[in-house]
């Protein structure tokens, strides 16, 4: 059986032609490491469930799994540096090597670092084939085998569970809102201050990590329901915060005054998708503005955010993205490969986007614990130059940035996560 790519996975391939557009998940177990041992287990767990064999028929716009021989090798890592160093280290360059698809591929490829009497165990894989949920319910099932928790090696995956088009219900409601808010999300565009680009060919990715500790992170959920506002609001009014002296030139800008991020949105459950068996990608997302003045404070900033995902709740305004592909994927290919990379910083000029992933609500829906650690990671693609991917395990918040290095340099991300850190302990002072 073949299935048709749905949209997203079409503008995957057109920004994996830009930069390899790939992502990283990284869990600790909490056993020693058996290196043979592993290997077997993962290739016969992605053998089992058919994820092997990918090939991708970009002119029919369809995929297939053919299933046979993974014959993976796991990487083993040397700890010349500290654990986080090595992992900063291999996840920027695993962001950065793009995925063999001539012909049939295996879209995973695995990484350890050993601690002795537990280990870190990476999985990078092709964004197309898959959304962190889908991700980390496959690690779960890896790790549950590891420990011999489960001998189950297959879940029954669908692998083809259908475009957006044949998914999504129509909902008048929703279209309403689209049309009714579709000018206004033209004039924030239109107003807001575009990052530099050194080089727009330099698709080049740097990856920077961050971790908050659990009194820091409850400190955090205190804050946003005293003030009102989801944790998803306060994580945008944090990075536009952090970002804006970095954008202190929008201030002698006529029109161009406002700072934009954006934040991605899992759709499976308006789509109705099974979260459990469907091993795909069903993402959108929205983006939100301000103009972050100097008399702004944080909490004033993060109910203005909240007042603008209201309405894009209200009308699923996050859908409305699916759309955009459809019509920004045949624009760009009308443009020459210089021009594409020109596209979105120049019509969708964001300076940085969030992934949020609370691992406690997929992990543990079986009744499984958490596990010791867990890090995320996704490459900027051409889109947005920095992206902070939060992850919540165990009451602890960890922050994987991925960031466009001809927009950002290291020391702008020290600058950035300097701010955020600042912000964030000022909540946990002003708490006590």
């Not at 002795?116 to 084939?129: P, R």
């Not at 944790?231 to 005054?257: G, V």
Request: hydrophobic share 40%; net charge positive; aromatic share 12%.
């Amino acid at each position: 059986m073949e299935n048709r790519l749905n949209i997203f996975q079409r503008t995957v391939l057109v920004w994996n032609d830009m930069h390899p557009y790939n992502a990283v998940h990284i869990v600790k177990i909490q056993q020693p490491l058996n290196l043979p041992e592993l290997e077997i287990m993962i290739n016969s767990y992605l053998e089992d469930n058919q994820l092997t064999g990918l090939e991708i028929d970009r002119r029919k716009n369809r995929y297939y799994y053919h299933g046979g021989a993974a014959n993976l090798k796991i990487t083993a890592l040397e700890k010349s540096e500290g654990t986080t160093e090595t992992l900063i280290r291999e996840v920027r360059d695993q962001l950065n090597q793009p995925f063999n698809q001539g012909g049939e591929m295996t879209p995973f490829r695995f990484f350890v670092i050993d601690q002795e009497d537990s280990f870190y165990l990476g999985l990078v894989y092709f964004h197309l084939v898959a959304g962190a949920d889908s991700i980390i319910l496959l690690l779960k099932d890896l790790v549950n085998l590891y420990l011999k928790k489960s001998s189950d090696r297959g879940r029954e995956l669908e692998r083809y569970p259908g475009t957006y088009r044949q998914l999504m219900p129509f909902r008048f409601h929703d279209l309403i809102g689209w049309l009714r808010t579709f000018p206004g999300q033209i004039t924030r565009m239109r107003s807001s201050f575009r990052p530099r680009y050194s080089d727009y060919s330099d698709t080049e990715n740097g990856f920077h990590f961050l971790s908050l500790q659990a009194s820091e992170f409850i400190s955090l959920k205190k804050t946003a329901a005293l003030w009102k506002v989801t944790i998803n609001d306060l994580f945008l009014a944090l990075l536009l915060m952090a970002i804006s002296p970095l954008a202190e030139k929008r201030r002698q800008s006529k029109r161009r005054k406002n700072i934009s991020v954006a934040s991605i949105a899992n759709i499976r459950k308006d789509l109705s998708v099974d979260r459990s068996r469907t091993f795909s990608i069903f993402l959108g997302y929205f983006s939100v503005s301000h103009h972050v003045s100097e008399e702004t404070t944080l909490g004033k900033l993060a109910k203005a955010i909240n007042v603008q995902t209201r309405e894009i709740k209200k009308y699923r305004v996050y859908l409305r993205s699916i759309l955009e592909q459809y019509l920004a994927l045949p624009l760009l290919s009308l443009f020459s490969g210089q021009r594409q990379l020109k596209f979105y910083p120049k019509y969708y000029p964001l300076w940085a986007g969030i992934t949020n992933v609370n691992l406690e609500t997929i992990w543990d829906e079986a009744g499984d614990n958490s596990p010791a650690d867990y890090i995320r990671a996704v490459s900027t693609g051409p889109v947005c130059p920095l992206v902070f991917s939060f992850t919540t395990v165990n009451e602890t918040l960890n922050i994987g940035i991925s960031y466009r290095t001809a927009v950002y340099s290291a020391e702008d991300i020290e600058f950035i996560t300097g701010n955020f850190s600042k912000y964030i302990q000022t909540m946990v002072t002003k708490l006590k």
